[in-house]
């Protein structure tokens, strides 16, 4: 019989909880180094699998993360994509979706796993989460299948789930169990064994790496409230330099109809401003026409993000801005499926 191949992983330390320690005088959490971190964990050399290191010099807290970082995160996974056959990147919590989502579109054609962990509490706390986190995202990460590796995609690993990265969201800032995944299911659960939901798994890719490393923060963010003022309406949709504004909507992508707020959106359409449309709804999807008060916004142009999160639309905006110059062609390609973030239109 062959001899089963060692998989090699590759372990990219950006910061978070997992390797913070509390300062003595203040009592705040503050990121400390990797090979600090690495002496908490003696288990990690221990797995069968090959396992190295890069560390960014200055871990961060997630809340610190900058479209930058992740096109540093990108270009580390491209400058090592061939010699390993899976990527870990330990990562505080708080923005570790935004950080999942973003790098889904960054890499495209993957073929093998990238897989973000973190924990909510420290490494060096005997109760810690992160061991658990870090070790078990390390084995999937070097899951082979016949001599491939078995995941894909970029993943969130996080209290015994492997989830789609963009189809997560942080929603408890309290819990082991501190992302949800509700518009698609989990990839994998971890217990005695590690059981996979194949099904659901992204088939990779045969094309080669293509990694685009241009972002365009020009998003804006306007999130409805019955009572929502004119004035602040069109605060953000003039707001300068803005190319794509996020429009937080209630339930199936429904908004007031008012004269003053439809002349609002349709003025800054005409501007060539691209509006999508995302519900407040964490469940669920944006169906533009289900009501009465989401038909105008689709005649007007305004795009469905359909069941996408909201770090997943934002996310998904700073990369089409940055690839492409026309409203249009942003239109079209934020309304398609491009990595498993949305799941089309049922009607
Ligand atoms: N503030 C931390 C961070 O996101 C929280 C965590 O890691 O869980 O970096």
Known sequence: MAKRRRASVLLIYTGGTIGMMQDPRSG???????????NQIPELSKFDIDLSSVSFSEPIDSSNMQPKVWTEIARIIEQHYTKHDGFVVLHGSDTMSYTASALSFMLENLSKPVILTGSQLPI??????????LITAIEIAG??????????EVCVYFEYKLYRGNR?????SEHFDAFKSPNYPALAEAGVDIEY?????????????KTHLVLDNSVAVLRLFPGISETTVKAILNSQGTRAVILETFGAGNATTEKWFLNAVQDALN???VLVNVTQCLEGSVIQGMYETSTALKKMGVVSAYDMTFESAVTKLMFLLGRYKKPEEI?????????GEL???RR
């Open 28 to 38: 705040e959490l503050k990121p400390f180094n990797f090979n600090a971190l690495k």
């Open 124 to 133: 060096g706390i005997i109760r810690t989460d992160g061991k658990e986190n």
């Open 143 to 152: 899951t082979l299948k016949n001599g491939k590796p078995l995941v894909s």
């Open 168 to 172: 997560t969201f942080k929603y408890n």
């Open 197 to 209: 939901n194949t099904a659901f798994l992204r088939k990779p890719s045969s094309r080669k790496l």
């Open 271 to 273: 501007k060539g401003i």
């Open 331 to 339: 239109k079209a390609a934020f309304g398609k499926e491009l990595r």
């Open 343 to 345: 799941t089309p239109a």
